[in-house]
Nanobody
Framework: QAQLVESGGGLVQAGGSLRLSCAAS????????MGWFRQAPGKERDFVAA????????YYADSVKGRFTISRDNAKNTLYLRMNSLKPEDTAVYYC???????????????WGQGTQVTVSS
């Protein structure tokens, strides 16, 4: 019963910044955890960051700590991921997801967006 639509991906140079957005509908947005995952060609879909329904608690993969910031605006039903100091290793399709339980495992998340491509050039 949820629809998620990512936007904001694109091509950026190493060291640059980008902000991804995820617009949600079909669920009571504020009571569900939201997260970002990414998948590079030939690799597993990996956890990036997550945030609780209230926005009070956030979680990050070690690879992005200090560079990425997850946030949400419940009044707008929108999730964000601010990415700074981007590296070529960040290149992937980025997906937003929603869950009733916090988990770094992709299979534990219930609904997914279509993904948005982020490419970081060296």
């Amino acid at each position: 019963q949820a629809q998620l639509v990512e936007s904001g991906g694109g091509l950026v140079q190493a060291g640059g910044s980008l902000r991804l957005s995820c617009a949600a509908s079909g669920r009571t947005f504020s009571i569900y955890a939201m997260g970002w995952f990414r998948q590079a060609p030939g690799k597993e879909r990996d956890f990036v960051a997550a945030i609780t329904g209230s926005g009070r608690n956030t979680y990050y993969a070690d690879s992005v700590k200090g560079r990425f910031t997850i946030s949400r605006d419940n009044a707008k039903n929108t999730l964000y991921l601010r990415m700074n100091s981007l590296k070529p290793e960040d290149t992937a399709v980025y997906y937003c997801a929603t869950s009733g339980v916090m988990s770094p495992t992709a299979k534990h998340w219930d609904y997914w967006g279509q993904g948005t491509q982020v490419t970081v050039s060296s």
